[in-house]
């Protein structure tokens, strides 16, 4: 499978430029077609904040923190999120570029056609989050965590899943075929669901289970 084309930036009618918003609090606040170009987001937090077409642009969101917050159709280019924390929040459509996204939780929320193609993710945590038709396309995930995530439909051309976690998580139609695989961690539920996909007829013996 191709990864997917680049996608062109969102059409912005304001912009925000070099401003420190270092810690600021925003509740239940709106954004709507905002370039946002190197501004200091360190330890921002949000609450029930939309973002709507907005471009982040060699901005620092950097142990920020969103909860039931949403960004849809964002671009985040250059932007660090080293440490940032979404709860419960909504990405859908957006996607990152050349961004630092160590130590990233994510916990709940839809991240449904989110573009994290070539993007380091061996240090994110994504727990019971929608991924559906996500583009993981060349990701490196080595060692990151996917616990209980639903990855139907999404795009692992080339990714690099060595140890990660992806146990309880919805696989869908997975070819075992393009991401990189070994040492990876899955339950049993799931080894049957691949190697059903493959194919093979699997015969499960309680005894050997124990």
Not at 151 to 173: C, F, Q
Request: negative net charge; charged residues 25%.
């Amino acid at each position: 499978m191709a990864t997917r084309p680049s996608r062109p930036l969102p059409p912005t009618v304001e912009e925000v430029d070099g401003e420190d918003w270092d810690g600021r609090a925003l509740d239940r606040e709106s954004f709507d077609g905002v370039l946002f170009r190197e501004v200091d987001m360190t330890s921002l937090t949000s609450t029930g904040t939309t973002f709507t077409g907005c471009v982040f642009r060699d901005v620092t969101l950097s142990a920020s923190a969103h909860t039931s917050s949403a960004f849809l159709g964002c671009a985040f280019v250059r932007t660090r999120l080293v440490g940032a924390r979404f709860v419960g929040c909504k990405l859908t459509g957006s996607w990152f570029e050349a961004c630092a996204l160590d130590g990233v939780v994510v916990d709940g929320g839809d991240w449904s056609l989110v573009g994290l193609a070539g993007q380091d993710l061996g240090r994110t945590s994504f727990t019971g989050v929608r991924l559906r038709e996500a583009d993981l396309a060349q990701a490196k995930a080595v060692g990151a965590v996917l616990r209980g995530c639903d990855l139907s439909g999404a795009w692992l051309h080339g990714t690099d899943l060595t140890r990660a976690d992806l146990v309880g998580s919805e696989l869908g139609a997975f070819d075992v075929s393009q991401p990189r695989l070994r040492g990876t961690r899955i339950d049993v539920a799931q080894a049957v669901a691949v190697a059903t996909s493959l194919g093979l007829d699997v015969v499960v013996d309680v005894d050997d289970l124990g």
